[in-house]
């Protein structure tokens, strides 16, 4: 679950660390008294709240130097869809504006931490070139990457904050500060159970200040039962309405942007279903998962949110009945079919525990359902399907 960039300040402050003084704003008409009232100064930085990187160059984030500008930019920009390169092309809705007091900035660096699945630990990740384009660095100029392992026990050390310090041209008194920051940041990664921590850029200012400009926090999903507070952060807005539906009856979707709806029992299977649709030429619409004790209901309201999706033309059914015999989801993907009124063409793969009595039933049903000897039988009857709804040689 994603943090809108306001929030995630909001924690960095209640941990004692720096931040720009700033307002949100939900209405434009709040956005002058917010900039004169709180912030004064005579210039201001405006910047979109959504989930995705990129606003800067989608002209999400401007530094404006009057009143009049101000109120255009957040009237602009409110109610707006804003597109990025990581969310295009349909965007994300703008309902809340950050509004940011601008800071004398002498350098830019990166900071992150992150959780390293190669190295099975938390990475502290740092460079000494931040803001737009980090992503390309490592690419470019891997030497500018600077990285520590965090021992799962031990944790992030003070020397390895010291080399990372080091490397970032930090002495004195801000290297005690930078010391003092990523420490208190892996304890906030810890504790809040987050698989994401960035800060880009963080810079260090006239004053002397190491300052988060912006920040980005990722809370892993399987542990939001144990982080309410963080949990009743969520904007749904800014995910896929279909996710959304999903994860309220307990389903693992998540939309993609091809043509032909998955519903398949077990992440693997499903990595592997879409594998599969891709080689043979096909994209899968979606990731459904919906789990090993699928029921009829379960079913029903799978296929349904599948077919919300417009983009849908053929629905690829691959189920393993193992703890779940293939007869009782035969009997459940008659009822969903029933249920939900399935127009398009449904191709269905049963293997597993009774399923000549599955398939049986399926054929007994007198629905339109395609059944496929095998996994790839399955996908290259779901490519051709939605390709001649597509083209309209099937109705």
Known sequence: MNLHEYQAKQV????????????????????????????????????????????????????????????????????????????APDGQPVHQILIEEPLEIVREMYLSLLLDRDHECITLIASVAGGMDIEALGHEQPDKILREHCNPILGLQAFQCRNVAFGLGLSGTLQADFIRMAQTLYRLFID????????NPLVLTRDDRLVALDCKMVVDDNALSRQARLADMRDETQVDSKEVAAQQVGLNYIALDGNIGCLVNGAGLAMATMDLIRLHGGLPANFL?????????????????????????????????????????????????????????????????NVTLGKQKLLDSGLSVITAEDLTDAAQRAVAAAASVQTGALI
Not at 57 to 62: E, M
Not at 192 to 199: G, K, P, R, Y
Request: some cysteine.
């Open 192 to 199: 809040s159970d987050l698989s994401l921590l960035e800060i």
């Open 289 to 353: 998962d919906v789990g090993g004790s699928a029921t009829a209901q379960t079913v029903a309201r799978a296929f349904s949110i599948i077919l919300s999706d417009t983009k849908v033309k053929a629905v690829l059914v691959n189920i393993f009945g193992g703890i779940m015999r293939c007869d009782i989801i035969a009997d459940g993907i008659i009822t969903a079919m029933h249920e939900v009124g399935v127009q398009l063409p449904v191709i269905v793969r049963l293997e597993g525990t």
């Open 12 to 87: 960095l402050r209640e941990q004692g660390l720096n931040t720009p003084r700033g307002v949100v704003v939900e209405d434009p008409t709040h956005a002058e008294l917010a900039a004169t009232g709180y912030l004064g100064g005579e210039s201001w930085v405006v910047k979109a709240q959504i989930h995705s990187g990129g606003r800067g160059k989608a002209g999400g984030v401007k530094r404006v130097d009057s009143l009049n500008a101000l109120r255009e930019t957040v009237t602009h920009l409110l109610g707006s869809q804003l597109v990025t390169v990581q969310n």
